[in-house]
């Protein structure tokens, strides 16, 4: 069974930073965490892809929204990837959620994710 625990999140100012946090638990790990992504659903909106990194050569892919602003990143030895969120804005609002999946092609496509964290709330004021 594969658990994605995240951490981070909470309440930010405009233009202010946040850093998330997603381990992944498991004895089939090695398999499920080949590539990583977080999501996010604002209230009355559907879910989107926000980041995602493959976790043997560290390729990463962002949604225009939050490219150059938010940075995916993960470290191995602690089977964790962070998403650092800088510059934020009102509409980054959201639940946010990583996500993992044993395909080796980068996937901004939330089904293609067999395993979700429970999710953390980031809320940005203004």
């Known amino acids: 069974q594969i658990r994605l625990v995240e951490s981070g999140g909470g309440l930010a100012q405009v233009g202010g930073s946040l850093s998330l946090n997603c381990e992944v638990f498991?004895?089939?790990?090695?398999?499920?965490?080949?590539?990583v992504g977080w999501f996010r659903q604002a209230p009355g909106k559907e879910r989107e892809f926000v980041a995602a990194?493959?976790?043997?050569?560290?390729?990463?892919y962002y949604a225009d929204s939050v490219k150059g602003r938010f940075t995916i990143s993960r470290d191995n030895a602690k089977n964790t990837v962070y998403l650092q969120m800088n510059s934020l804005k009102p509409e980054d609002t959201a639940v946010y959620y990583c996500?993992?999946?044993?395909?080796?092609?980068?996937?901004?496509?939330?089904?293609?994710?067999?395993?979700w964290g429970q999710g953390t709330q980031v809320t940005v004021s203004s």
């Open positions: 996500a993992a999946t044993s395909r080796t092609v980068l996937t901004i496509v939330g089904t293609m994710y067999a395993y």
């Open positions: 498991g004895r089939t790990f090695n398999r499920y965490r080949n590539t």
């Open positions: 990194i493959t976790w043997e050569r560290g390729t990463t």
